[in-house]
């Protein structure tokens, strides 16, 4: 908590002396003006690229924990494979390919909190699996707006300079 007390008196005190040094300066020699000038575009261009900085860090940081959360799902989906291959296997006994036996298989498997849980974990990382898909599809439409807006900006400016110059030269002629 010390730090961010002794950091705000530190700003207030930036403050200050940048608010007086805007008065002072038509008092003081032309080089030391320049230098606060220098200080003046130095600050406006630091302060200016913050959200610049923000948002390139939340991006990578989102970027790295979306690969993340399809590795996590994808382990789910695999335990989930797997918990449920395994109740199958232990309820399977001898393999008849009858009505009765399939519903005794599946009798033996819903009492089974295993085999739930198993199918429980598939359903829900299938449902993971569709959103992430549709959260790519989304960000790709989005970006390939972004671009076409840029492109579309891009192509007017151009055929306006070159209106522009067509112009100047039939005025100079």
């Known amino acids: 908590m010390k730090y961010v ?3 705000f008196f530190a700003l207030q005190g930036f403050i200050v002396f940048w608010s007086l040094s805007f008065i002072l300066r038509f008092f003081l020699p032309e080089h030391i003006r320049d230098a606060l000038e220098r200080m003046d575009l130095f600050l406006l261009e630091a302060i200016s690229s913050i959200p610049v900085l923000l948002s390139n860090t939340w991006f990578f940081a989102a970027t790295i924990l979306y690969f993340l959360g399809n590795f996590a799902v994808l382990l789910l989906l695999v ?5 449920l ?3 199958i296997q232990q309820n ?3 393999v008849e390919f009858t009505w009765a036996w399939w519903f005794q298989l ?13 199918a429980t974990m598939i359903v829900g990382t299938t449902a993971a699996i569709g959103h992430m898909w549709k959260l790519n599809l989304d960000k790709k439409q989005y970006f390939e707006k972004i671009e076409k807006e840029r492109q579309e900006k891009y192509e007017e400016r151009r055929k306006r300079e070159s209106e522009r110059a067509k112009k100047r030269a039939h005025d100079l002629m």
């Open 106 to 118: 599946s009798s033996r498997l819903v009492e089974e909190k295993t085999a739930w849980s198993g």
């Open 92 to 94: 399977l006994g001898d």
């Open 85 to 87: 291959g395994f109740s």
């Open 79 to 83: 335990f989930g494979l797997f918990m």
């Open 5 to 7: 007390e002794w950091t």
